[in-house]
C-alpha cells in the first residue's frame, strides 16, 4: 500500500486556488508589490465588483493575500515574496508562442513597457532587471557561477551608494529569479529588493500606466552609467 505524500492535498489547494483565469489576474497584478482595491483589481480583470469579491474572499482565506481595510476600502496584497517568486517562476514557463499578440497598439505599448522595465513584486525586471544584473556581475559585484551572491566588493558598492542591505530576515541576500519576458536570471533576494527601493526613492525610475511597468529617467541614466557602467541605449 502506497501512503499518499502530506504535501499532496496543500498543493492541490495551492494549485485550484491558482488555476483560475480571474484569481491568476489578480495576482499577476500584484506582482507590482503595492496594494490594490477590489475595485481596482475588478476594473483590471474585467469582472464585475461582486464577482471579484468572491475570487478575492477566497485568496484571502486560501493565504495567499494578505488583506487591509482603510476606511470604505478593502486593499489586498501578495501575502510574501515567496509567492510573488513562484507566480514569476510560473509565467516563466509559458512558451513565448502561447502569449497572446496584443489586439491594438495600446496592448502593444503596455508589454512594449513591461518588457523594456518592469518590478517583479518589489525588484526589477525586463531588460532594465537584467542591463543591471549583467553590470553588476561584469563589476565582479556579483557572482553567478555557484548561484547569485553578492561578493565583498558588492557589499562595498551598495554601502558605498547608500543601500542597506537587512541581513537579519531569513530571506536570501541574492537570489536568482528567471525574468519571464528574457528568459535570464535577474537579481532578486534582499539585495534585489533593496536596490528597486531605492532606484523609486532616488527617482531613477518612475512607475507608469496602472501596470508594473517602470520607466528610466535622466537622473537614472545618469546613476546608472556612472556607478554601473550601463550605457543609455540599453535603457530605453
Given amino acids: 500500500m502506497t501512503t499518499r505524500d502530506p504535501q499532496a492535498p496543500h498543493v492541490?489547494?495551492?494549485a485550484g486556488l491558482i488555476a483560475d483565469e480571474t484569481r491568476a489576474a489578480c495576482l499577476l497584478a500584484l506582482l507590482d508589490g503595492r496594494a490594490w482595491t477590489a475595485g481596482e483589481l475588478a476594473r483590471h480583470a474585467g469582472v464585475a465588483a461582486s464577482t471579484l469579491s468572491e475570487h478575492l474572499g477566497k485568496l484571502v482565506a486560501g493565504g495567499l493575500l494578505a488583506e487591509e481595510r482603510q476606511g470604505r476600502h478593502r486593499y489586498v496584497r501578495l501575502a510574501d515574496?515567496?509567492?510573488a517568486q513562484l507566480l514569476e517562476d510560473l509565467a516563466a514557463q509559458v512558451s513565448p508562442d502561447a502569449v497572446v499578440r496584443p489586439r491594438n497598439l495600446r496592448e502593444s505599448s503596455a508589454g512594449s513597457a513591461m518588457a523594456r522595465g518592469r518590478t517583479c513584486y518589489d525588484h526589477l525586471a525586463g531588460r532594465l532587471g537584467?542591463?543591471?544584473?549583467?553590470a553588476l556581475t561584469g563589476l565582479e559585484l556579483l557572482r553567478q557561477d555557484t548561484g547569485f551572491a553578492l561578493t565583498d566588493a558588492g557589499l562595498a558598492w551598495f554601502d558605498t551608494v547608500g543601500i542597506r542591505l537587512d541581513r537579519t530576515?531569513?530571506?536570501p541576500l541574492a537570489r536568482a529569479c528567471l525574468d519571464w519576458t528574457e528568459r535570464r536570471p535577474h537579481l532578486a533576494g534582499v539585495a534585489g529588493a533593496a536596490l528597486c527601493r531605492h532606484a523609486l526613492d532616488a527617482g531613477w525610475c518612475v512607475r507608469i500606466g496602472s501596470e508594473r511597468a517602470v520607466q528610466v529617467t535622466a537622473t537614472g541614466e545618469r546613476a546608472l552609467s556612472e556607478l554601473l557602467g550601463i550605457e543609455t541605449r540599453s535603457l530605453r
Avoid: E
Fill in 169 to 171: 530576515g531569513r530571506r
Fill in 12 to 14: 492541490a489547494r495551492l
Fill in 130 to 134: 537584467i542591463a543591471v544584473t549583467d
Fill in 81 to 83: 515574496a515567496r509567492l
